[in-house]
């Protein structure tokens, strides 16, 4: 196993020769280990100690109850409690693990099937740990904290430490190669290349020698042996975004490294043997797909073992309030700009506005507006002219007048639009129109039309469409 980093663990035994076996095994895994004996000896250790595994057996107490289990997880919560019950008493178990406990064996159990347990605890440990500091400073500003996106990240905890192959459904843009990313970094291979390859970028030809590597001469301009991806990648992760534009002969030969883990390059007779996680994206729909005998369906259900599927960005609005800082600080170091701030009309049209493109559309949004801003806030003026014509093509938008009935004509949200900005600042005409994105003459024509305030005549300059 990997070094569990000296993570400490209590055995709390009442046969003293199992607990100094146990602890000898564990120890020659570097953790660090405390024993007990008694009810007592295990109340005071817990007390006064912190520990992140507790092996327990529950034959501590004279009574056997679960006031042991439930004094751990109020003294320490995040500790992962491994249960030995009486086989005969398997209820109490389940009660156990009712209350929190992580696992539970039988007290007859051998010290090395113990300290596999004790294993698996730590490596639910890692993962916790990891994605407590990877999902708030990416997960959430990815994806997002909808009930939906909970209901990802839960996935990825639990299928992140296995070997299990991953296919994620998702809109282009919405992050799919970020989450991939991710199991990666929680997993055991996360310190071996993690290698990505878009399959409907290439040609059918380029695509099967880049996955598959090729032999000299096996086609024209093959001028040497090549190594294919997944020889980089042994011992890691290949990420095939975009797996259902893959044409069929590849799906064969994708088929047998799933199957046998082998590979066979272009132009050889003698297939290799390589170790990777495969993890799989597609926008498309793979079922249709299956029935209409465009995509393989045995590569299918091998790819379909968990299965993902992302929320467009418009299912989940809560993440701009992350991904708008997110980008404004990337691509104000970018550009040498300190764009800290966003106006609040323009965060109004990017809360409002429908992101076709997902995450990597609002990526270059949000990088449009950077270079544009003159100053340290981003204002509708910023945005491209995407965005702003969105609001005009909408029936209403809430956030200027949430008492604006459903029929409002785009004339009243208009007028609204202009009063709320001019009384934002002070009826100054010129910082009204930039941050409106329009020209002083049409500002002083439509408060003329709406008979918002003074009115005179400003200086001609060029017109802007509101």
């Known amino acids: 196993m990997d070094e569990p980093a000296k993570l400490k ?46 092996v327990l057996d529950l034959e501590l107490s004279e009574q056997g109850d679960m006031d042991l289990v439930t004094f751990a997880r109020r ?29 539970y064996l039988p007290r007859t159990s051998m010290p090395s099937d113990v300290a596999l347990v004790v294993n698996l605890a730590y490596r639910k440990l890692h993962t916790e740990s990891a994605l407590s500091g990877y999902q708030w400073d990416v997960f959430e500003q990815m994806l997002g904290r909808t009930p939906a996106m909970r209901r990802v990240i839960e996935i990825v905890t639990k299928v992140a430490p296995t070997d299990s192959t991953v296919l994620l459904l998702g809109e282009s843009g919405t992050g799919k190669e970020v989450l991939a990313g991710a199991i990666h970094r929680l997993s055991p291979r996360r310190d071996m290349p993690f290698i990505a390859i878009n399959c409907a970028a290439l040609p059918e030809a380029l695509l099967e020698s880049e996955m598959f590597g090729h032999m000299k001469g096996s086609f024209t301009g093959a001028d040497a042996d090549k190594r294919c991806l997944f020889e980089e990648a042994d011992g890691g992760t290949v990420f095939l975004d975009e797996i259902g534009d893959m044409a069929p002969v590849t799906q064969a030969k994708l088929l047998r490294v799933l199957q046998n883990g082998e590979i066979r390059p272009v132009g050889s007779a003698v297939s290799h043997r390589v170790n990777v996680r495969i993890i799989a994206a597609t926008n498309r729909d793979l079922e249709e797909a299956v029935r209409t005998n465009h995509f393989r369906e045995d590569l ?158 400003p200086a001609p300059s060029r017109s802007h469409m509101l």
């Open 300 to 457: 299918y259900f091998r790819l379909n073992v968990i299965q993902i599927r992302i929320p467009p960005l418009r299912e989940r609005p809560d993440a701009l309030a992350a991904l708008v800082p997110h980008f404004l600080r990337q691509y104000g170091e970018k550009f040498g700009k300190n764009v800290a701030d966003v106006d609040p009309h323009a965060q109004a049209l990017l809360r409002d506005y429908h992101y076709p493109g997902n995450v990597r559309e609002l990526e270059s949004i949000i990088a449009h507006g950077v270079i544009m801003a003159d100053g340290d806030t981003l204002r509708v003026a910023d945005l491209p002219d995407q965005v702003r014509r969105s609001a005009a093509s909408r029936p209403a938008l809430p956030y200027l007048n949430p008492t604006t009935p459903q029929q409002s004509t785009l004339n009243q949200m208009e007028q609204q639009l202009i009063r709320t900005t001019l009384e934002q600042y002070d009826g100054n005409q010129t910082k009204t129109a930039k941050t409106l994105g329009i020209s002083r003459s049409t500002l002083w024509r439509k408060m003329r039309e709406y008979g918002l305030g003074p009115t005179a005549d």
């Open 75 to 103: 003294q320490r919560p995040q500790a992962q409690i491994i249960l030995l019950v009486d086989i005969a008493k398997i209820d109490r178990a389940i009660e156990g693990i009712r209350r929190g406990a992580f696992f």
């Open 9 to 54: 663990v209590l055995i709390a035994a009442s046969e003293p020769p199992f607990a100094t076996a146990l602890a000898n095994y564990l120890e020659v895994d570097g953790y660090r280990v405390e024993r007990c004996h008694d009810a007592k000896g295990f109340l005071r250790l817990l007390s006064r100690q912190s520990f992140d595994i507790l």
